[in-house]
T-cell receptor, first 112, second 109 residues
Framework: EPEVTQTPSHQVTQMGQEVILRCVPI?????FYWYRQILGQKVEFLVS????????KSEIFDDQFSVERPDGSNFTLKIRSTKLEDSAMYFC??????????FGNGTRLTVT | KNEVEQSPQNLTAQEGEFITINCSYS?????LHWLQQHPGGGIVSLFM???GKKKHGRLIATINIQEKHSSLHITASHPRDSAVYIC???????????FGPGTSLSVIP
């Protein structure tokens, strides 16, 4: 079965550094999402992306965050200047017509 | 106010027991999801429901749209079923998924 692939699985970065989290959605899916889960808390929506633009974003998704689909296959989440509170598991998901969302295995981001 | 609630929060069962996890939500939805999250963190979709009942192996999911309630049942539970089970929904098709707090299940041999 096709999978959503996320890299890296674990990223450690220093506060203030930029990070890029990468995702390869399932190839015929049209809708893409980023979610995050702070340790011990529930999964929260960050942003959705359709037709090469953001379709919705949450309050969490401030100016420090950006998303891109640079080459038609990858889907990236960039955090410009990381803060300690950005430490979380970040999940990418994709869905298609009549197809439930498929989630990647996540990237665990640790900001020190 | 949480839009989706689950009970119980934590559950310990003996191997072989029948398990039920409940989910209630407060808004109109287009689809309800049951998801599984293992300790490693990855999320696996178990069911997507908009009405009625679905069965996959030892897992059964039901939904009552009028009562805004869904249940996940596991028959003949096994230690490998130990995970966090999450109820989640979409308000409209292809909308973001709104996650519940999860139920942590531990099945002991």
């Amino acid at each position: 079965e096709p999978e959503v692939t996320q890299t890296p699985s674990h990223q450690v970065t220093q506060m203030g550094q930029e990070v890029i989290l990468r995702c390869v959605p399932i190839s015929n899916h049209l809708y893409f999402y980023w979610y995050r889960q702070i340790l011990g808390q529930k999964v929260e929506f960050l942003v959705s992306f359709y037709n090469n633009e953001i379709s919705e974003k949450s309050e969490i998704f401030d100016d420090q965050f950006s998303v891109e689909r640079p080459d038609g296959s990858n889907f990236t989440l960039k955090i410009r200047s990381t803060k300690l509170e950005d430490s979380a598991m970040y999940f990418c998901a994709s869905s298609g017509t009549g197809i439930p969302p498929h989630f990647g295995n996540g990237t665990r981001l640790t900001v020190t | 106010k949480n839009e989706v609630e689950q009970s119980p929060q934590n559950l310990t069962a003996q191997e072989g027991e029948f398990i039920t996890i409940n989910c209630s939500y407060s808004v109109g939805i287009s689809a309800l999801h049951w998801l599984q999250q293992h300790p490693g963190g990855g999320i696996v979709s178990l069911f997507m429901l908009s009405s009625g009942k679905k069965k996959h192996g030892r897992l059964i999911a039901t939904i009552n749209i009028q009562e805004k309630h869904s249940s996940l049942h596991i028959t003949a539970s096994h230690p490998r079923d130990s995970a966090v089970y999450i109820c989640a929904f979409e308000k409209t098709s292809y909308d973001k998924v709104i996650f519940g707090p999860g139920t942590s299940l531990s099945v002991i041999p």
